[in-house]
């Protein structure tokens, strides 16, 4: 059993040396891929007209709040207490739907562009599982999560864009 133990301990350095020599290791700047798909441009005038429109939906919306608020400060001391009390409601009850509106455009906003980034990560993704397979990678890592690559650091960057058809 001893004998056993000691050839254990003898041969467990040596397979830790050839796996360590068969791994392969390269890294993608997936900001840089994603920077230059030409899907990141559509989503960026998506995304833009989807804010354009709800900014002018807000401008609207202020400037009744404003036309109200305006009104009801001229007007202030030829009204009854009761029409005065209505018309503050009135004056929060708006505020409340413009604050309201800002957090569904904000939560809108977000949800259309993960739902626009999202098949553009998973292009990104397959083609770079594709350049591992081809050139037999083991490990391929994003640089932006790494702290150091050393001079046999291997880019795969140039690879992945070509896969995906990019310059």
Do not use: C, H, W
């Not at 998973?122 to 599982?129: E, L």
């Amino acid at each position: 059993m001893k004998k056993l133990i000691a050839l254990l301990l003898m041969i467990l350095p040596f397979a830790g040396v050839v796996s360590a020599q068969e791994a392969k290791i390269a890294f993608v700047n997936t900001q840089e891929v994603f920077m230059a798909m030409p899907e990141v441009a559509d989503m960026q005038k998506k995304l833009d007209e989807l804010n354009a429109k709800y900014k002018k939906e807000l401008e609207t919306m202020q400037s009744e709040f404003q036309k109200k608020y305006s009104d009801f400060v001229a007007q202030q001391d030829s009204l009854t207490e009761n029409i005065k009390v209505r018309r503050m409601q009135d004056i929060q009850d708006m505020q409340q739907r413009m604050d309201n509106f800002v957090q569904v455009a904000q939560q809108d906003v977000n949800k259309q562009q993960q739902d626009l980034v999202t098949p553009i990560q998973q292009k990104i993704s397959d083609a770079i599982k594709a350049v591992g397979a081809e050139q037999g990678y083991t490990y391929i890592i994003d640089p932006q999560v790494l702290l150091y690559t050393g001079p046999n650091a291997i880019d795969a960057t140039p690879m992945v864009k070509t896969k995906l058809g990019l310059k």
